[in-house]
């Protein structure tokens, strides 16, 4: 009797030992087919049921990206019932072909499982106005300014923007107020529904007589009343095409930056410094343009004979900002070699 009570509680952990879940997956692939890109998240249930003899716990369920979300039964799940991972898989901006795997850990005996989503997505609609970034009461155009690039001073350019009439029914455009340096016109003036046309811009560099870079703006009016605005840039460049090396300006500053060291509040720094003409011709200080309106530099002459040279004369004007204070002011010279030169203020406001 002993040997046999001995024996019964010796088997038993060992039975227990034994029991294990066992994880089966209904299906472990699922084909989405041909999915919309703007139709929202594709949903896939993964249906298992647990074939062991102890509940089945899922540790954790992880997919191979972030496009692909799972979610799965938290609860153990007893030998013989069911439960699902269900899993989320978001189209958008991700056209054509997609496979996915997602990876199911357990405490079965069949520890890992591999399940796997696919499909095609196909790309939403084209935008038939993608191209029209800028908005004028019914009118589309493709962007609210026209970059012209690097021109030379003596260059006459011209550029266009695309416009289209998004309205149902016939819209006149018009400019108003450009410079005389700058030609613009509108074909056709006025566009039928869809009907598409050119704001094309002329631009003469020698009649703006401005250096470096240059912004102007067209007033556009869109019947019966919408207005709105384009920007015109460039940035104007010498030409030096018949300038022979050995006969042009050359172009020597003294200093290119300048430490004020500590500076007071609301008061007025001075500082100089000198720009000569080491070349052949003429040095010719063409525009000076500054970081911002507290610093002023003024050149004693802005045209510098051979072997000469001018001074410049800056004055800062402190704020009530405590800190480092870092000036910028840009020469345009007519210097092949030296077109743009920075000149750096530095100080200390306390």
């Not at 039964?73 to 069911?82: E, F, L, M, V």
């Not at 172009?251 to 004020?260: D, I």
């Not at 800190?323 to 910028?328: A, F, L, Q, S, T």
Request: glycine share 6%.
């Amino acid at each position: 009797m002993k040997r046999l009570l001995f024996l019964f509680l010796t088997l038993i952990p060992l039975l227990t030992f034994s029991q294990k879940a066992k994880i089966e997956f209904e299906k472990t692939s699922h084909d989405f087919g041909t999915i919309s890109e703007t139709g929202g998240p594709a949903v896939y249930d993964f249906v298992f049921k647990n074939t062991g003899d102890a509940p089945l716990i899922l540790n954790s369920v992880r997919a191979s990206c972030g496009c692909t979300t799972p979610s799965w039964s938290r609860q153990p799940i007893a030998p013989g019932q069911t439960g699902s991972v269900k899993v989320s898989f978001d189209p958008r901006h991700r056209p054509g072909r997609f496979n996915k795997s997602i990876t199911v850990n357990s405490n079965a005996s069949n520890a890992v499982s591999s399940l796997s989503i696919h499909g095609m997505v196909s790309s939403k609609p084209a935008d038939p106005y993608a191209a029209y970034r800028y908005t004028v009461g019914k009118l589309k155009i493709t962007a609210n300014s026209l970059n012209l690039g690097s021109i030379n001073n003596t260059a006459t350019v011209e550029k266009a923007l695309d416009i289209i009439n998004t309205g149902e029914e016939p819209v006149t455009v018009t400019t108003t107020a450009t410079p005389s340096f700058m030609t613009v016109t509108v074909n056709p003036a006025t566009l039928k529904k869809g009907e598409k046309g050119k704001i094309t811009v002329k631009y003469n560099a020698t009649a703006k007589k401005d250096w470096g870079f240059v912004s102007d703006k067209i007033n556009v009016t869109v019947s019966p009343d919408a207005k709105g605005e384009i920007s015109v840039v460039a940035n104007i460049k010498e030409d030096f095409s018949n300038v022979k090396p050995e006969e042009a300006p050359a172009a020597k500053f003294s200093e290119t930056s300048a430490e004020l060291g500590v500076l007071t509040k609301n008061t007025t720094h001075k500082h100089e410094f000198y720009i000569q003409n080491d070349g052949k011709s003429d040095l010719i200080i063409h525009k000076i343009k500054t970081s911002d309106n507290t610093v002023t530099a003024h050149p004693a002459r802005t045209v510098i004979k051979p072997g000469k040279k001018t001074k410049v004369n800056i004055t800062l004007k402190t704020d009530e900002q405590p800190g480092k204070k870092v000036k910028i002011i840009s020469f345009t010279l007519n210097d092949p070699k030296n077109t743009i030169v920075s000149y750096k203020l530095i100080g200390e406001i306390q």
